[in-house]
């Protein structure tokens, strides 16, 4: 197509009337000139065109915000530590001494006294069911981190005030019943006399869900036949039910897809609120492995807060088959238009995850025919060029998985896909072994601050104290990501998870891991930053605050490299930033916080 513009790609105005005349004038714009003077007054005199030339040079140097007077954690190669940076056009330009970085203050740069205080960069989740939990934040009740049965039962009541009369009232995970002081889960009375006049739901993982006699009703459930197969009625010693439902995962997933949905401006609004939730926690970014519950219509919310400019957490999606034996189908069907990496920085496609077919997951003991159709579908991902992730939790059958990534790899190479497994809480030196020499990546999560004090009834005091057994994959050097698999079996709170690989504690108090598998701070910071940003390609771009990268970075309330280990959990943002734009900010820097909800990074989208 003809291009009339000048030699030097800047479009005269001339320019533009010529194209849009010949495109009939309707679907194209010309893009709002970055420097109006030179294509919209070519009869300045030469001196203001040299003048304005000298003034865009001098702000082309000046920064857009100063940080000063920190402990600025870098997570750069050398670990190093600086007193200040510079950021300018959305990304990190410098970074030294105070008075260095005011040397690149013009009139107009915003200068930040940190006041000692400790910068960490933006903290990346690798495996958070983001867009899942984004799509419900605005309508479901939180029970994360709430300390005892009786605060969760008030947050049950006030969301009963706070929502319509009538609504559904939903606790869809995240808590664990070691975290309440009372030790013990909610009966069917206490959410009755909570919210008498709403539908209540409330689900522990994937194993059990409390509804109260309105919820049952309205879903129909009055004996065992009307549970999704797989589930039952609980009953107590006399035979009664006691209005929980209990199964393994899939009748417990089929049972929340009755629950009704959100309406799409709840998602959206949910959206928003819940990214600006992890930016109060200082994450600013997520892989999302897809996962359960979630069908190709639900990424429609995140679609329209990235299409509004609204994103304040870069997401990377990832996208499971939902039809057990139709896998391959869907799949092809929904990357067919989807190159890996596809979208901006801010949301982007990030290849498939963590379910790839029905039949292999939570499948120790795979058939052939099973082996035969997952194999099918991931040299398919591989001739293609996609990334994948795979949930897998047990360390004695993953290799069921890791002889089909062999497979694969020895045909069609994947070192280069940033495959990955999720979970492996007790992954082997073999196995990790194995993992690196694919150049497969292993995310791990804090499951185990759930889930530890049963792990090491069942497996043993011994194996409970290296799970994960993250400092061996650090030795072999398999890539590792931090993150939490929120928000139904954990919380998102990165400082949680953080502290459970600190303290090997379990919620219940309990330190179950041995030193040896406890990494120090600064590493556990590095695998939820720059170790995370590499299975969404961008360790080059983001996860260090170094020079070039983008300025997403978290100023905390205490630092987290000093504050006692028993401490961590409890650390927040006071000034979170994405591309240099403030998204959250509280306490002392709250002015820096004037509604600004947008980060729309590419001028011209
Ligand atoms: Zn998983």
Redesign the pocket.
């Known amino acids: 197509m003809g291009w009339t513009g000048r030699k030097d790609g800047r479009m005269g105005r001339k320019g533009w009337m010529g194209r849009i005349g010949r495109m009939g004038g309707k679907e194209e714009q010309p893009p709002r000139p970055h420097h109006p003077a030179f294509p919209a007054f070519p009869a300045l005199p030469a001196s203001m065109v040299v003048l304005a030339l000298l003034t865009a040079t001098a702000h082309a140097q000046t920064a857009d915000t100063i940080l000063v007077n920190g402990k600025i954690v870098t997570v750069d190669a050398q670990s190093s530590i600086r007193e200040a940076l510079a950021i300018r056009d959305g990304r990190i330009a410098a970074l030294g001494s105070s008075a260095e970085m005011r040397k690149l203050a013009g009139p107009r740069t915003r200068v930040v006294d940190l006041q000692g205080r400790t910068v960490i960069p933006g903290l990346i989740d690798s495996?958070l069911h983001a867009i899942r939990a984004a799509q419900t934040f605005a309508t479901e009740v939180n029970w994360i981190g709430v300390p005892s049965l009786a605060d969760a039962l008030v947050r049950i009541t006030d969301a009963s005030k706070a929502m319509k009369p009538g609504a559904w009232l939903i606790v869809a995970g995240g808590w664990n019943v070691q975290q309440f002081k009372e030790n013990r889960r909610p009966t069917q009375a206490e959410l009755v006399a909570a919210a008498p006049n709403n539908p209540v739901y409330v689900q522990l993982g994937y194993g059990w869900a409390m509804l109260t006699p309105i919820a049952l009703k309205a879903l129909n459930i009055t004996s065992d036949s009307d549970v999704p197969s797989g589930g039952k009625l609980e009953r107590d010693a006399n035979g009664q039910p006691t209005g929980a439902i209990s199964g393994g995962q899939g009748a417990i997933i089929a049972l929340f897809d009755k629950l009704p949905k959100p309406t799409f401006a709840q998602q959206v609004e949910g959206t928003k609120k819940f990214f600006r939730e992890l930016n109060r926690l200082g994450l600013t970014g997520v892989y999302d492995?897809g996962?359960n519950n979630l069908l190709p219509e639900d990424y429609q919310a995140v679609f329209k807060v990235w299409r509004q400019g609204e994103m304040t957490v870069r997401v990377a999606y990832t996208l499971c088959g939902n039809t057990p034996g139709g896998e391959f189908e869907e799949i092809k069907n929904l990357v067919a238009l989807l190159p890996q990496g596809f979208g901006d920085d801010m949301l982007k496609f990030g290849g498939l995850g963590?379910?790839i077919t029905a039949a292999m997951n939570n499948n120790n003991r795979p058939s052939d025919a099973e082996k035969a159709k997952y194999y099918e579908i991931v040299k398919w991902a591989a001739d293609r060029g996609l990334a994948l992730t795979m949930?897998w939790?047990n360390d004695a059958s993953v290799g069921q998985l890791l002889d089909i990534f062999e497979r694969v790899n020895r045909e069609t190479p994947i070192g280069g896909l940033r495959w990955s497994i999720?979970?492996l809480n007790d992954a082997s030196e073999n196995s990790l072994r194995r993992m690196k020499a694919l150049g497969v990546g292993w995310t791990v999560q804090d499951a185990m601050y759930f889930g530890g004090d049963g792990y090491a009834q069942q497996a043993g005091v011994d194996a409970a104290k290296r799970v994960p057994p993250v400092e061996t994959g650090t030795k072999i050097g398999v890539p590792i990501g931090g993150g939490t698999?929120a928000h139904r079996v954990a919380s998102y709170n990165p400082f949680t998870s953080l502290q459970w690989f600190l303290d090997g504690k379990t919620v219940s108090g309990h330190a179950i891991r041995g030193p040896e598998e406890t990494p120090d701070r600064l590493d556990a910071l590095r695998f939820y930053t720059l170790g995370s940003a590499w299975f969404s390609f961008d360790e080059k771009t983001r996860g260090s605050l170094e020079a070039g990268k983008y300025a997403d970075l978290a100023v905390l309330s205490k630092d987290y490299l000093t504050i006692p280990v028993s401490d961590v959990h409890g650390i927040e943002s006071v000034l979170t930033m994405v591309g240099g734009k403030v998204v959250y900010a509280a306490g002392p820097f709250a002015k820096y916080d004037a509604g600004v909800r947008s980060v729309r990074l590419q001028a011209d989208r």
């Open positions: 495996h492995p996962g963590e379910r949930h939790n999720a979970h698999d």
